[in-house]
Every structure is written in structure tokens, then in C-alpha cells.
């Protein structure tokens, strides 16, 4: 199926701008430095989860759905974005969380409350392993739910993924621009499929380097194996006659020195460079990690001086919010 004919609901505003860090650049003395403003889509203070969301809440206005669940952790940026996508939308939005309610609603949280999501507190469900029963309750009481999984990432979310290289691309040949590697947060994996696809469809020449920001639990699927299935089955949707295998995707699992949510100094030190540096805001939980683990990149000399990098901002700065402890 051509992308072009997938249903799709408009909810960001794209292109997000390419900028030269050009203090950064500076900073580190050799290799450029580039970013992709995914964190400006526009909905809800923005990040990578407009994208998926204009082909899921596409989808669900497409089979006629009235409310849509997904879930994840307290301060999900994917959980944020979709209550404001189903508010825009006319859908209502259930939204399985980690924990209990607490006290104060803060960061992401506190928007979730702003656009009217209803919130299933799931204790220790952090990646919406309950959002299948809540969506039978919502049928037995009458609902047509859509089911969005964790993270947005299935092969329909992950379209928005293969259409950001196209877009990527085509700024980068107007800007004479010739990147060579493309570093991002990969998390739930439908940003990195999506982007393995997209790079094969457009012909983007840059190499993709994903910062794994979440560790294995035991019995899980390996977080690089799930991605190549996604990108396997964006591949068959798409009839790309392509088939991902494991040299096809490069994730670095060796940025997490805290736990999931965690803000170490690799975090914090991150956070600040690029917010003293640019202005530019990242998040503690994903970006700030994957900067973090660009700089380190770059401290161990793992690029020539020559090269030229492109930092994938994918957003989550709301949950800057409720890490003051943390980042002051
Ligand atoms: C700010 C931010 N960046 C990156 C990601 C990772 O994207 P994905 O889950 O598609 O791997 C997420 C996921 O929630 C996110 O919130």
C-alpha cells in the first residue's frame, strides 16, 4: 500500500525545523553538529509521538471509534500527546498509568488531567500490559475502542517514522546538508522502525544510531529484535520487498547507567550543556539520555572530525517539571 493512501489526521505542524548547533559545534571543536526539532511538532508542547498519532487516531477516526486507551508511565509523553490528539479529535481518552494516584498532579501528568483523560492507576503496569482488559470493559459498557499500543509503536504508528525521513531528506538535499550519522532515543521502537524503513524508501544515506534508554527485563523479546519484526511488517505494509535483519539496526545499551526514569549525572550533565549552550530543552528520561550518550560519543572519539551528526530531538521536555530535586 502507497503511505499516500493511509487514513491520516493532521495534528502537528511539519516540517520541524534543522538547525546547526553552531555553539555546540564550537564546543566540541571538529565535527558539526545538526538538529531535527521533533520536540516543535506542535501538539501538546510537542515530541516524535504527533507523528505515530496522525496515522493511529487516523486510523481509529477511519473504524469509527469514540474512544481510544493506551497507557504507560506516570509521565509519559506518548500518554500526553494522545490525550490532547483525542481531544482534538472528538475521541474520548482512557489512560492506563503506572502507580497510584498521587497528591500533586505535576509535568505530563498534570496536562493528561487538562485535556480530560480518564486515568486507569495500574500500579505496576508501566507499559500498558492492562490496556486490553480496560478496552473490553469499555465494550461491555458500550464503547468502540481503539487500542494504541505502548509507545504508539506498531506498524501504523511507525508510518509517521517512514515519513519523517522523507521529510528529513528532502530538507537536507535544499540545505546541501550531508549527515552521517543519525543519533535518537529508541525506546518502545516504533521511531526506529519506522526510521529503518523510511531510510530504505527514501534513500537517506545517513547511518541511524539508537540509544536503547529502557534495560531489558528477563523474558522480554530483545529491544532489537522487536524493532526489526516492526520494521518487517512496515516493510509488508508498504511492499517494500525489503527484509530487516539484525545489521540493520544499531542500538546502543551502553547509556544506561540509571534505571529507566532515572536522572544520573550522564542525564543532568546533558540537560545543561545544551540548555546553556543553545537554549534548547531536553527531557530526563529519553533525550536527555541520548545526548548524553552522543557526548560521550564524541569524548571517546568514536567520529572523525569531518563527520557530521544529526541529534534527533524527539521532545519530552513537560516532564522536565517534575525533576526539580534532580536538576537543581
Ligand atoms: C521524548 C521521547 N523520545 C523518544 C521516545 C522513544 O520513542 P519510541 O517509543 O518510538 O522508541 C519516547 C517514547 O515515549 C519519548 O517520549
Redesign the pocket.
Known amino acids: 500500500m502507497n503511505n499516500s493512501e493511509i487514513p491520516r489526521k493532521q495534528l502537528g505542524f511539519f516540517p520541524t525545523p534543522v538547525q546547526k548547533l553552531e555553539n555546540l559545534t564550537r564546543y566540541f571543536g571538529g565535527l558539526q553538529i545538526y538538529i531535527k526539532r521533533d520536540?516543535q511538532t506542535g501538539l501538546a508542547l510537542g515530541?516524535?509521538?504527533t507523528r505515530?498519532l496522525e496515522y493511529l487516531i487516523g486510523d481509529a477516526l477511519a473504524q469509527n471509534c469514540d474512544c481510544v486507551i493506551t497507557g504507560?508511565a506516570e509521565q509519559?509523553?506518548?500518554c500526553r500527546q494522545t490525550a490532547a490528539a483525542a481531544a482534538m479529535s472528538g475521541l474520548e481518552c482512557h489512560l492506563a498509568l503506572r502507580g497510584e494516584e498521587p497528591e500533586e498532579y505535576s509535568g505530563n501528568l498534570l496536562l493528561d488531567k487538562l485535556f480530560n483523560a480518564k486515568i486507569h492507576w495500574s500500579q505496576l503496569y508501566r507499559k500498558g500490559e492492562n490496556i486490553y482488559t480496560i478496552a473490553e470493559e469499555l465494550k461491555a459498557s458500550g464503547k468502540n475502542p481503539y487500542i494504541i499500543p505502548?509507545?504508539?509503536?506498531n506498524k501504523i504508528?511507525?508510518l509517521g517514522?517512514v515519513e519523517a525521513i522523507n521529510e528529513i531528506t528532502k530538507q537536507l538535499s535544499e540545505q546541501k546538508i550531508k549527515i552521517d550519522h543519525t543519533v535518537?532515543?529508541?525506546?518502545?521502537?516504533?521511531?526506529?522502525?519506522?526510521m529503518i524503513a523510511g531510510k530504505v524508501l527514501y534513500n537517506f544515506s545517513s547511518g541511524l544510531i539508537?540509544v536503547q534508554?529502557d534495560k531489558e527485563e528477563a523474558g522480554d523479546k530483545p529491544f532489537a529484535r522487536n524493532i526489526i519484526e516492526l520494521a518487517n511488517e512496515v516493510s509488508s505494509e508498504l511492499e517494500l520487498d525489503k527484509t530487516f535483519t539484525q545489521k540493520d539496526v544499531t542500538l546502543r545499551d551502553d547509556f544506561m547507567e540509571s534505571d529507566y526514569g532515572v536522572v544520573g549525572y550522564l542525564e543532568r550533565n546533558a540537560i545543561k550543556l545544551l540548555a546553556e549552550k543553545e537554549g534548547i530543552l531536553l527531557?530526563p528520561?529519553?533525550?536527555g539520555r541520548?545526548f548524553g550518550g552522543l557526548i560521550r560519543m564524541i569524548e571517546n572519539k568514536e567520529f572523525s572530525k569531518d563527520e557530521t551528526i544529526l541529534f534527533w530531538h524527539?521532545?519530552?521536555a513537560p516532564s522536565l517539571f517534575s525533576y526539580s530535586k534532580e536538576l537543581t
Open positions: 520536540d515530541g516524535n509521538k505515530k504507560g509519559s509523553n506518548h505502548y509507545g504508539g509503536s504508528g511507525a517514522y535518537f532515543a529508541s525506546s518502545s521502537g516504533g521511531t526506529h522502525a519506522g539508537g534508554i527531557d528520561v529519553y533525550t541520548v524527539t521532545g519530552g
